[in-house]
């Protein structure tokens, strides 16, 4: 039996490592905001209300580029639409919850926490109170992306850019498929996924965050097809 | 117009995180679709890393000798063999680092 403490804590774990990406992407962030001329808590807001990394730098940048609201509200809705995805992988383990517990756990569905949650639900399917996992690396990316984005508000871009620590986002999502380079099955959809993003990165929106793993989740569907 | 933007981006972000969750019956999925969900992190995140690795700041696509390919391409041998994320992406950052710091100078 695990106690829901443990389980939350094995969460904090599973997602600490990605601090490493997230801390300065976290602080770029903050700082763009405040270098694109925006009222620091604005900026934070941003954080706080919409939650989503990259999302946040894109929306700020097309406000203070001169594009429309519902631009900047569309391009942001695209982006995160792939956590439809993620919260489509994540219901099987969330079913049994009550509504208002879901309406809470959502608020903390973040790319690496649902990574590093769905490889440990996946190993323990049978267990109860699984869904601690969950908020235990949502809660901790939260808390993280908070302090990072503010330390950027207030300390502005103190990562020498020469570092080109933007690099530490690929890498942070490789780290977290690159186990599954052992299943065919798996290369097969990863190199459908990042040649489409490749070939589809110009289209409108950033909509190719989306578009790409559609087109990988559609060859999957083939490829499933044809195995049997 | 900043803040009813945010509001909305807020809004529909949340509603991203939360339609499949709380609003969607989980017996509405076919078994077809349950098979295919098991790709998702396969589909999504190469989605993140391609475009991180393979294009600038500009958006132009590097040349095949971009230090973020060698970057990469370590960071990939050793998450392989060390299975530990701390190690993949130290390494990775490491690697490039030594590249744009040193032998390029």
């Known amino acids: 039996m695990h ?5 939350f804590f094995q969460g904090i774990i599973d997602v600490l490592p990605h601090m490493l990406s997230v801390i300065p992407f976290g602080i770029i962030t903050g700082a763009i905001g405040i270098d694109l001329g925006f009222d620091p808590i604005l900026v934070y807001a941003t954080s706080l209300i919409i939650f989503g990394g990259a999302s946040q730098i894109i929306f700020l940048q097309l406000l203070s580029g001169g594009a429309s609201s519902l631009v900047a509200v569309t391009s942001v809705g695209v ?5 439809l995805l993620y919260g489509a992988v994540l219901s099987e383990y969330l079913d049994k919850l009550s509504f208002i517990k879901k309406l809470i756990i959502s608020y903390f569905i973040v790319d690496q926490g649902f990574a590093e949650s769905n490889k440990y639900l996946k190993n323990n399917k049978t267990q109860s109170n699984s869904h601690y996992h969950i908020l235990g690396t949502g809660i901790t ?11 950027g508000i207030v300390l502005g871009s103190f990562i020498p850019e020469e570092l080109g620590l933007k690099f530490a986002i690929p890498l942070t999502f490789l780290a977290i498929v690159v186990n599954d380079i052992r299943k065919l099955d798996h290369v097969f959809v990863m190199l459908v996924s990042g040649f489409a993003s490749l070939i589809l990165f110009d289209a409108p929106f950033k909509s190719y965050i989306i578009l790409s793993p559609i087109v990988a989740l559609l060859a999957a569907f083939i490829m499933i097809k044809i195995k049997k | 117009m900043s803040w009813i933007s945010i509001i909305a981006s807020g809004i529909i972000t949340y509603f991203s995180r939360m339609a499949m969750i709380a609003l969607i019956d989980r017996e509405m999925l076919g078994t077809k679709v349950k098979d295919v969900l098991n790709y998702v992190p396969a589909a999504v995140f190469p989605a993140i890393i391609f475009p991180g690795v393979f294009f600038n700041d500009f958006g132009n696509m590097v040349e095949l000798t971009d230090p973020k390919i060698y970057g990469a391409i370590v960071a990939l041998t050793v998450g392989f063999y060390s299975r530990n ?18 032998l390029l100078k």
């Open chain 2, 85 to 102: 994320v701390i190690a993949t992406i130290i390494s990775g950052l490491l690697s490039y680092w030594f590249i744009i710091f040193f």
């Open chain 1, 3 to 7: 106690s829901k403490k443990k389980i």
């Open chain 1, 141 to 151: 990316l939260w808390f993280f992306w908070q302090l990072a984005t503010i330390s």
């Open chain 1, 79 to 83: 982006i995160n639409s792939r956590h």
